[in-house]
C-alpha cells in the first residue's frame, strides 16, 4: 500500500516571495505518477502540478516547480511570486501507473496563507 | 466542454437514512472515482466504476455502494448514515488507460448527518 506524508499543516507566505511545501510518500512501485492538487474555498480539487516518477527532469508549471527526489522518496511543490489567489488548501498525491485507471492516494494536505 | 458535475452541492441527513448522490463525468470520459474527504483531511478512495461495474474499491464498508449508467454517471449511496459519514463526497472522472491525463474533479457534495 501506498501512503503518503505532508507533515506541515499549515504555512503562510508574503505576496511576491516563493514558498515551499513538503510531501514524503512510500511505495514499492517503480512506475507511478505524483501531483499537487490546489483546493480553495469553493471545493473544487484543481490539478496545480503532475511529474512521472520515469523522468529525471522536475516539472514546471509557470510559478509552480517541483523538487522530486525518487530515492528519498520526496515531492516538494515550489510557488514563485506567490499571490493572494494561491490562498488554498494542497494536496500531495500518488497514483501507479497501470494500464488502466487507479486510484488517487492522497496526502492530510497543507493549508497556503498568502499574507498581502 | 462540461466538466464534472455533482448534485446535490449539499445535503442534511439524520443518523439511520439513506442517501444518494449523483456524478455526471466530464464530456468524453467513461470512468468515475468517488472519495470522501472528511474536513481538515485529504481525499480517501471509496471506489471506482467502469464499464458499469465496480472496479477498485477502498476500505469502506459495506454500506456505500454504487452504480454506474450506461451514459457513464453514476450513483454512490450510502445506507445506515452514521454522524461519521459527515464529510464531503467528491467524484472525479477520467478516461480508462489514459493514465498520464489527470482526474477531473467536480465540486463536491457536502453531506451531513444530524
Known amino acids: 500500500a501506498q501512503t503518503v506524508t505532508q507533515s506541515q499543516p499549515e504555512m503562510s507566505v508574503q505576496e511576491a516571495e516563493t514558498v515551499t511545501l513538503s510531501c514524503t510518500y512510500d511505495t514499492s512501485e517503480n512506475n507511478y505518477y505524483l501531483f499537487w492538487y490546489k483546493q480553495p474555498p469553493s471545493r473544487q480539487m484543481i490539478l496545480v502540478i503532475r511529474?512521472?516518477?520515469?523522468?529525471?527532469q522536475n516539472a514546471t508549471e509557470n510559478r509552480f516547480s517541483v523538487n522530486f527526489q525518487k530515492a528519498a522518496k520526496s515531492f516538494s511543490l515550489k510557488i514563485s511570486d506567490s499571490q493572494l489567489g494561491d490562498t488554498a488548501m494542497y494536496f500531495c498525491?500518488?497514483?501507479?501507473?497501470?494500464?488502466?485507471?487507479?486510484?488517487?492516494?492522497f496526502g492530510k494536505g497543507i493549508t497556503l496563507s498568502v499574507r498581502p | 466542454d462540461a466538466g464534472v458535475t455533482q448534485s446535490p452541492t449539499h445535503l442534511i441527513k439524520t443518523r439511520g437514512q439513506q442517501v444518494t448522490l449523483r456524478c455526471s463525468p466530464k464530456?468524453?470520459?467513461?470512468?468515475v472515482s468517488w472519495y470522501q474527504q472528511a474536513l481538515g483531511q485529504g481525499p480517501q478512495f471509496i471506489f471506482q466504476y467502469y464499464e458499469e461495474e465496480e472496479r477498485q474499491r477502498g476500505n469502506f464498508p459495506d454500506r456505500f455502494s454504487g452504480h454506474q449508467f450506461p451514459n457513464y454517471s453514476s450513483e454512490l449511496n450510502v445506507n445506515a448514515l452514521l454522524l461519521g459519514d459527515s464529510a464531503l463526497y467528491l467524484c472525479?472522472?477520467?478516461?480508462?488507460?489514459?493514465?498520464?491525463?489527470?482526474?477531473?474533479f467536480g465540486d463536491g457534495t457536502r453531506l451531513s448527518i444530524l
Open positions: 472525479a472522472s477520467s478516461l480508462v488507460g489514459r493514465t498520464n491525463q489527470p482526474q477531473h
Open positions: 464530456s468524453g470520459h467513461d470512468t
Open positions: 511529474q512521472e516518477a520515469y523522468k529525471q
Open positions: 498525491a500518488f497514483m501507479k501507473q497501470t494500464g488502466a485507471n487507479s486510484k488517487l492516494t
